[in-house]
């Protein structure tokens, strides 16, 4: 009866970890160029492991909580015209690159703005990155052309640096929309053919219907794992409360 009821626990932590990572995704539908998360679950056996509760096999123990897997969706997200020059999408696969003080990280949120020293810069102020380094754009007459090459009056001040990497993608996210890589062995790849479009942003890729759904099941059976766990430690209560009555 322990061990069910350790197994009752367990699908509790895992639908209370899966319902995090739905509302994380949730609250950022309208988040430019935000992707969203999937997770799941893998029941691992090692052996020796004093972590663990039952033991399935001799000499070998089955852990009760397994670890979550979340992974990244990086789909694309549907377009949306926004007409403001300084918003570009990558048509395609891609990433823009961005200088931060944890070095260059990634990011698919085009929605570009201009610091006060004029340089093109994120929503939250980090520079974007050019072939050349840190992009120096006046507030005048700015177009992007398809290969990310900006102009300024017709003149031009630098290229959008967008890279991509071996897939699946050795990313993992560092906050907002940016992503930092999981193995500094791994090089930035050249995008042959990029195609950008200017005026146009890449909204979230969640599916709120979807999310709702799967939240709607992920409390359904959080709501039965709470009744098998309330029913079972009724049931260890009785019985050791009626042991010595049948002594």
């Known amino acids: 009866m322990i061990g069910a009821t350790y197994a009752a626990a367990s699908g509790l932590i895992n639908n209370q970890n899966k319902m995090a990572v739905l509302t994380n995704n949730l609250t950022n539908i309208n988040t430019v160029g935000f992707k969203g998360d999937r997770i799941s679950f893998e029941m691992n056996s090692r052996k020796n492991d004093t972590n663990s509760v039952l033991s399935s096999k001799k000499g070998q123990r089955r852990h009760l909580s397994p670890k979550p897997l979340t992974k990244i969706d990086f789909t694309s997200g ?5 007409g403001n020059k300084l918003d570009v999408i990558i048509q395609g696969n891609g990433f823009f690159c961005i200088q931060t003080p944890q070095g260059v990280q990634y990011t698919k949120a085009g929605n570009f703005t201009l610091s006060s020293d004029n340089v093109l810069v994120t929503q939250e102020g980090l520079p974007v990155l050019g072939r050349s380094g840190d992009i120096i754009v006046d507030d005048r007459e700015v ?7 900006m102009y300024v009056d017709g003149n031009q001040v630098d290229r959008l640096k967008v890279v991509d990497f071996p ?12 992503f930092a890589l999981t193995d500094s062995d791994v090089d930035e790849q050249k995008v042959e053919n990029v195609m950008l479009k200017q005026g146009f942003v890449e909204l979230s890729n969640v599916d709120p219907i979807r999310m709702m759904t799967e939240m709607i099941e992920v409390l359904r059976g959080a709501e039965s794992y709470q009744k098998i766990i309330q029913y079972l430690g009724n049931a260890s209560s009785k019985a050791i409360n009626e042991v010595g009555r049948l002594a």
Request: overall charge positive.
């Open 143 to 149: 177009k992007i052309d398809a290969g990310g090459n």
């Open 167 to 178: 897939k699946p993608y050795p990313l993992k996210k560092a906050g907002g929309t940016l």
């Open 78 to 82: 549907n377009i949306q015209y926004t």
